[in-house]
């Protein structure tokens, strides 16, 4: 077998093509050395990962390995849409997602869709169903975009998965985004919220000042602060209070304004390496409620409009890009993977545009 497997899954070519394989070693009931080897359930790599997770603990604690279930008369497009959910979907492919996106799943699963398609087999989900659950959303008064989204994102593994043999059409338009332009707290409102003492102001200079999201900010450590080197390292991010890597997947290194070196320093003082920075007095670090309640709870105090902590990042792009930036330079200190994520979020504010019909009236 080579090199140790720890993951349990391996790519190999078979007909010219890429397959994952689960492949790893456990010790049997009786006491031997046993080796299991199967193609994954699912051909992507966080499925097929998930599932050899799932063998190799059931391998360790019972000494048996699940065995591919037998093949039943029934056609697997007879399932229903609640079968599947709870069956295969929930073993295969929910494991793959951030804690934080696995719960807002779950969340939109109850709110509507799973008593809305419930009892329908997948074979029989059609364009019509979906149309009928759109106009029942908008009724409602929701965005049809989050729902919608998620549905086909069921009904897309349930292709994967063997369990659908095409994804049905989708009515247009209903996937797309609001054209509302995004807006980003003024200079001055970033001034005024930087007030903000002990760690809340700490957590707000770093999304201000550095681009950080709120997972990233409550999961800096002191070790990620470079003050020789000028810069901050994004390294995690805290998703249902578990650290992860960022969003994008990857470490990014954002260079130190002075503003912000100040507040790291202060903050900082006394705190071992391994330590977080933005921690209530206790040491426990703010769950990602009481960020925004707090955050909220300074804005009503110095009576500014209810931002969301997000928009402090929104400001931090925006501004690079007005002072002139380039786009692949606000890219890579975003974190973003694509420049086209990074060019929907560097949008024109409100006063970008009043600014710029000011200049027009002023000839």
Same mark, same amino acid.
């Given at each position: ?149 998620? &549905?086909?994102?069921? =009904?897309? +593994? ?7 043999? %095409? @994804? *049905? ?86 260079? &130190?304004?002075?503003? =912000?070196? +100040? ?7 006394? %705190? @071992? *390496? ?90």
């Amino acid at each position: 077998m080579g090199a140790k497997n720890v993951t349990g899954v391996r790519r190999v070519i078979r007909g010219g093509k890429p397959r994952l394989v689960i492949d790893f070693r456990y010790t049997n009931k009786e006491g031997v050395r046993t080796r299991f080897k199967r193609d994954a359930g699912v051909q992507s790599l966080a499925a097929a990962q998930a599932e050899a997770k799932r063998l190799m603990a059931r391998a360790t604690e019972t000494g048996e390995v699940e065995q591919p279930p037998a093949p039943a008369e029934a056609s697997p497009l007879a399932v229903t849409f609640e079968e599947f959910v709870v069956g295969p979907f929930e073993r295969l492919f929910m494991p793959s997602y951030r804690l934080a996106t696995a719960t807002r799943y779950r969340g939109l699963l109850r709110q509507s869709i799973m008593a809305r398609f419930r009892s329908l087999r997948l074979d029989r989900i059609n364009i019509g169903h979906i149309r009928e659950y759109a106009a029942e959303i908008q009724r409602r008064g929701h965005q049809t975009k989050p729902f919608i989204a998620y &549905l086909r994102t069921i =009904l897309r +593994a349930a292709v994967d998965s063997g369990h659908l043999d %095409k @994804l *049905p059409d989708f009515p247009a338009g209903l996937m797309r985004s609001s054209h509302k332009l995004p807006d980003a707290p003024s200079s001055t409102e970033v001034e005024a919220m930087l007030t903000a003492s002990g760690w809340l102001g700490v957590a707000i200079a770093l999304a201000a000042l550095a681009g950080m999201r709120c997972g990233e900010v409550r999961a800096i450590e002191v070790r990620d602060v470079d003050f020789e080197g000028g810069r901050v390292l994004v390294r995690r991010a805290l998703s249902e209070d578990v650290s992860l890597t960022t969003k994008s997947g990857r470490e990014r290194v954002v260079p &130190l304004v002075p503003e =912000l070196e +100040a507040r790291l320093r202060e903050a900082m003082k006394g %705190k @071992l *390496p391994r330590a977080r920075i933005v921690v209530w007095p206790d040491g426990v670090t703010p769950r990602r409620q009481e960020v925004l309640y707090q955050f909220w709870k300074h804005l009503k105090k110095r009576s500014l409009r209810r931002w969301s902590f997000h928009s402090l990042r929104h400001h931090f792009i925006s501004e690079l890009v007005r002072r002139g930036a380039s786009p692949e330079a606000v890219r890579v200190l975003a974190g973003h993977s694509k420049l086209e994520m990074t060019q929907r979020y560097a949008h024109a504010t409100a006063a970008d545009l009043r600014l710029a019909m000011d200049k027009l009236a002023a000839r």
